[in-house]
């Protein structure tokens, strides 16, 4: 049986890791597709889909556990976002999301959707972790060790901060 | 002479119907455009295009008056959005809209706009409806029976209590 | 029971008409898409989606069969496109297309499909009505009067011609 | 040396301007890129490129320091559009901006990136000249007199004030 | 009186050059716009807007003939494109175009459109100029010189030799 | 290090699988691009990305290399196409494509570009592999033997020969 989970993974969190590793209980194969996969460089989703990628595949790369990574683009057309992903992955027999949306879109279309648990939820949170990498307060307890390395290597906490100066346009 | 209204009719209401009513009075034929037609599954517009189309033709279809119904998407390029609007639909001499951006376009291209009078703007709206649709208010008794039908069928109620649930990614 | 038949009538003529006579037998109502609605001023794609509404719908108006005219814009996204369709209409229980990619993605997804038939196809041929307005031979018997009429108001048949002059870039 | 400087110029007032005037002292030639080309008339973006691009040519016409203006269309797509921005103009060394994600999305490509000094920031706002317009108070003063000019030839401020009418759909 | 001329400048060569010293005794300023300006890397479109904005400018530097360069990217439905044309650029009063399809187009919005006299056709061609690009013939003198340079720097010919290997794939 | 390799994959067949093999010898992981993603059920075209990406995982799963399949939608922007692959992908040192206009792409961005060798072109050829389905003609000894058998799941032989179909519209 194979699975799909999408998120956004702005960043990929240890929550997030703890949901993959509850599935994959549960399917043989899953996939994780990265939704808003053309935004990047702003507060909400500052890290780009390959950045995000590289994140994922890093933590898991000790697990034993086969999955596929596909970057989602947003279609701005929810009727049709189901078949987008279908065509642009393998195909899945049961959906994972914490996304109402998603969650009703796959419904309509006679998916089997479940909503993962989810520990924590106050800390971990993508919206969590960037207001503290804003703020210039600790954060790096609450991603994978490796995803703390691929942020330093590419300086995502500063690139957060200068997206905060104020503009006068 | 031929008419065109547009409006975004989520749901079509007996306050749109009083507005076609009157036009009809005007115009020989109408063209009913479906705005922001590549739209559905969100608050704001939960239904899709085609059925918004379902909701419209079923109510008018004891009405011996003739129209077209044409879905628009949205282009997000006001300056050339009547161009759009025109490629896509037989030729007319007079716009209606409720909506000062739609005048404003056509009436710059050299239309006759007209804005149409609305009874009962506090509870034909479409907003107030989808809002007692959330709260299991009665919604029933402000759109024409056709379109109660229409919602009934595909579970639009539910469709809407469940986009509002949390999401916590 | 629904209809869906889609073509790009460019123009509309007799041989679709006679389909559609055909297919009003079997449905109770027919969803008539415009196929590739957002081309116009090609040789092979010369009249704007209004313009082929028009045709259609003054040539159908004095038969009393419930029908839509949807336009329909190309997606150049195959594995998408029944979906794009399902979304901009009212549901639909079988597809009628000459076209075997509409066939094929239609069919894959569950449809019923069926293949019109299509009487004295060497005349009743967009193609060759084309051709006989490029290169001034009579055109005028192989579509319904009201099409003869519509293409004279929009004076289409020097468009045409005009479309083939010589170009020096 | 060429530089690369990126406004919306909504409308071109004289902090504009000075920004250019200083500007012309560092470069040889100067890339004025319209941002946000695709947008008009709503309240935070009611002129057109086409406009745009009429006052600022009108305004530097008597200054004698070579120019190109160039209309940039969002893309919505912040990893690609330093790129698009290429494709789209000559080369250039510098790139001067106020707004925090042009500069960080350049700056990562490896350009050198400066922020443009502004003088009388809570008056030579677009912001404040749109409220003004809006409100019928005096916003001549603050933009240049052919500014002025274009403005008053497109009726741009009761553009604005009609934009402002309320919507009942 | 303002004039919009537009070709896709593949490359700018000594015919366009003399099309464009006619049409500055007939207008006060003319628009000159790049077609196709997203295309680029292709043998019949080798290279970007930028190149080809850089290859106008440097020539008619030395004329003291008001003039804009700007940028169209197709859109790929022509019943919107002269709108599109219009929200890019300021007004214009004639429209001068070697293009059938860009001539009828404007025509039909009601547009003044002139067919430029061009000399020496089999030569002055950008077909004909990369043919001998491609095959190593002498090209040079069928370019303005400024031209010739912009190539050289951006290795241009070299550019459209290698997009002619064989592919394997 | 990491490469990148690109292609179309209609369908992935032996030589594709020995170029892999090649490459895994030169780096540490390999980034399989998808081209053409969006595209599916054409005769040049058959596979959709999910279907190909499957082809490609279930060949690989036996092999230890690490390494990841990424969807890649054509933009038909070549000038920006890097940037976009840049954004969806791992960084990567070298790309490896049998594609000119590939290789001149990201030669010009100034990578380290290679040409995989193929043996057996004139059988080991997507082209050839394509017609011999069409044509009733032997090809499961051309492509690894789970691609035969995803190939026989979708029924894609039988896909292509109905798309062959006349077309009478």
Chains 1, 2, 3, 4, 5, 6 share one sequence.
């Not at 597709?33 to 790369?61: C, V, W, Y």
């Not at 279609?75 to 049709?80: D, G, K, L, P, R």
Request: charged residues 30%; glycine residues 6%.
């Amino acid at each position: 049986m194979r699975g799909f989970l999408i998120g956004r993974w702005q960043p990929f969190h240890k929550g997030h890791f703890s949901i993959i590793e509850e599935i994959s209980k549960e399917v043989d194969e899953l996939i994780i597709g990265i939704g808003s996969a053309q935004k990047s460089h702003t507060l909400n989703d500052p890290f780009t889909a390959g950045e995000r990628i590289i994140m994922i595949t890093k933590t898991l790369k000790k697990y034993n556990f086969p999955y596929y990574v596909i970057p989602i683009n947003d279609i701005e057309f929810n009727a049709i976002w189901v078949s987008y992903v279908e065509a642009l992955t393998p195909p899945f027999d049961v959906v994972y999301s914490g996304n109402p949306l998603v969650r009703e879109l796959f419904m309509e279309k006679g998916y089997t959707v479940k909503k993962p648990k989810l520990y924590n939820r106050s800390e971990y949170s993508g919206r969590e972790i960037r207001r503290r990498m804003l703020e210039g307060e600790r954060w790096e307890h609450l991603v994978p060790e490796e995803v703390v390395e691929v942020i330093k290597e590419i300086d995502g906490v500063n690139r957060i901060r200068r997206l905060m100066e104020s503009d006068y346009y």
